[in-house]
């Protein structure tokens, strides 16, 4: 499958702990987007990389939350001292930006449940 | 107001009939359109992609675009039950998307 892919699919935490999901994009991808889903909601944009550069972060992404892609491949986001307001379906998508429309693939997305 | 507003739903369709979803938006600086098809509990999957004014048809579905109104539309021709789904409006300006609440049609045997 050379499809975008997420890990876990699904995690559930404690409140206060910290979780990192890791989001592989399709391999020519030069980028990478992170939205959150909850329920009856379109995905609202988090962050987005071109190559390891991160070039936008949302409001939505207080300072509790960190993204990197290191080397221009895979991407983090990590959650720490998670809420249980956190907890959503977090969505990764990547496209190939060449100039001109792009068209991004979401991966499978983590479920997160913050008890 | 929303940037991105799809109509309520859900929509029920019997079965062989056309599902009509439409989609308005207020940034008119947005330059790419794109319908994608979420199943209960699944990721968004891409179904439809429009970048200029008029129709574009791919198979059942048809997409419409009218960036004067600032409206696009999918049309989705002879349902079929795997057609039941949610159908989230997405639309994009410089890298992001921005998606609407979506709208869920159920196809009716």
């Known amino acids: 499958d050379t499809g975008v892919s997420q890990d876990p699919r699904h995690k559930i935490t404690k409140r206060g702990q910290n979780v990192t999901f890791r989001c592989d994009p399709i391999?020519?991808?030069?980028?990478l987007y992170w939205y959150r889903q909850t329920l009856g909601q379109g995905p609202e944009f988090l962050t987005y990389?071109?190559?390891?550069?991160?070039?936008?972060k949302s409001r939505l992404l207080s300072d509790r939350f960190s993204a990197e892609r290191p080397k221009g491949s895979f991407s983090t986001l990590e959650i720490q001292r998670t809420e249980q307001g956190d907890s959503a379906m977090y969505l990764c998508?990547?496209?190939?930006?060449?100039?001109?429309?792009?068209?991004?693939?979401f991966g499978p997305g983590t479920r997160l449940l913050v008890l | 107001q929303k940037e991105v507003e799809q109509n309520s739903g859900p929509l029920s369709v019997p079965e062989g009939a056309i599902a009509s979803l439409n989609c308005t938006y207020s940034d008119r600086g947005s330059q790419s359109f794109f319908w994608y098809r979420q199943y209960s509990g699944k990721s968004p999957e891409l179904i439809m992609s429009i970048y200029s004014n008029g129709d574009k048809e791919d198979g059942r579905f048809t997409a419409q675009l009218n960036k004067a109104s600032q409206y696009v539309s999918l049309l989705i021709r002879d349902s079929q039950p795997s057609d039941s789904a949610t159908y989230l409006c997405a639309v994009n300006r410089d890298y992001k998307l921005s998606f609407g609440a979506g709208t869920t049609v159920t196809v009716r045997a």
């Open positions: 391999s020519e991808h030069n980028r």
């Open positions: 998508a990547s496209s190939l930006s060449i100039g001109g429309p792009e068209t991004q693939y």
């Open positions: 990389f071109q190559n390891e550069a991160q070039l936008e």
